[in-house]
């Protein structure tokens, strides 16, 4: 991955779409928003476009439309965020992290689970 830009939070928005989708226009985008928050046509436009110039889509035109696609993996995107929240919110210790979000959460078997086969995984690594 390229230097990484953090997206703002209607960027990821507009950014998670995508993933699911593919490719898409701005009123696609712009319609699965809307689904869970409304947003005009054009702020979405605008993002998207903003969007292109940090290089954080691509654009292609087909016909009249223009068909966004996103340049940046989901996966890449999820552990660059996690990593800078880890470093400016727990100074880099990841283990508070964990701490604090098994604190305040009930897990489920299905989740302890997960969590010790992640143990054994790691531990298996080393």
Excluded: C
Aim: net charge negative.
């Amino acid at each position: 991955m390229e230097t990484f830009q953090k997206p703002t939070e209607s960027e990821l928005e507009v950014l998670k779409v995508l993933w699911q989708m593919g490719r898409a226009t701005v009123k696609q985008v712009n319609e699965e928003i809307n689904k869970t928050k409304e947003t005009g046509y054009t702020t979405t436009l605008k993002i998207m476009q903003i969007m292109f110039e940090k290089g954080l889509v691509s654009k292609n035109a087909e016909g009249k439309q223009h068909i966004f696609e996103a340049k940046i993996g989901e996966e890449d995107t999820q552990k660059s965020l996690l990593n800078r929240f880890i470093d400016s919110t727990f100074q880099g210790n990841a283990m508070s992290l964990v701490m604090q979000a098994l604190g305040n959460h009930h897990a489920s078997e299905e989740e302890l689970s997960e969590l010790k086969k992640l143990i054994q995984q790691l531990e298996q690594d080393k």
